[in-house]
């Protein structure tokens, strides 16, 4: 495998993920939830998507209830929300575990990859960033208080796309 994007997902709405979606772009990785303080940052994952989306750029939006139960629905809930709430149209995962003994391979290549502060591991809450290059490396990592309008997040998208 030469990216961690290589995995098999399964799509929120069932059925594999098409890799074509995340295939030669940047990516960002969010595991998010829908009764959090964070929650709000949908609206921003969604402006993200819109702006970058055509230069080849793609929101990955990852489903996880481990973070004080704030994402207990089912996938058909958390579809339903995401879009009449935030109007979500990037593609998203089936709930999934980010940490612990049934983690993800996903993201068990994700969280070797340290912040900014030079710290890996474990996804400490939800709205955790990773980017990954088109070429599948990844390239930078967001902890859940750096917001999707945060110029250092849009900086590293940036720099990812083609000119």
Known sequence: MTSPLDVPLTALTGGPLDPAQLTGRAVLVVNVASRCGSTPQYAGLQELQEEYGERGFTVLGVPCDQFGGQEPGTEEEIA????????????????????????????????????????????????????????????????????????ALRAAIEARLPA
């Open 80 to 151: 339903e929300y995401c879009s009449a709430t935030w109007g979500t149209t990037f593609p998203m995962t089936a709930k999934v575990e980010v940490n612990g003994p049934g983690r993800h391979p996903l993201y068990g290549a994700l969280t070797a990859t340290p912040d900014a502060d030079g710290t890996a591991g474990d996804v400490a809450w939800n709205f955790e960033k990773f980017l990954v290059s088109p070429a599948g490396e990844v390239v930078a990592r967001f902890r859940t208080r750096t917001t999707p309008q945060d110029p």
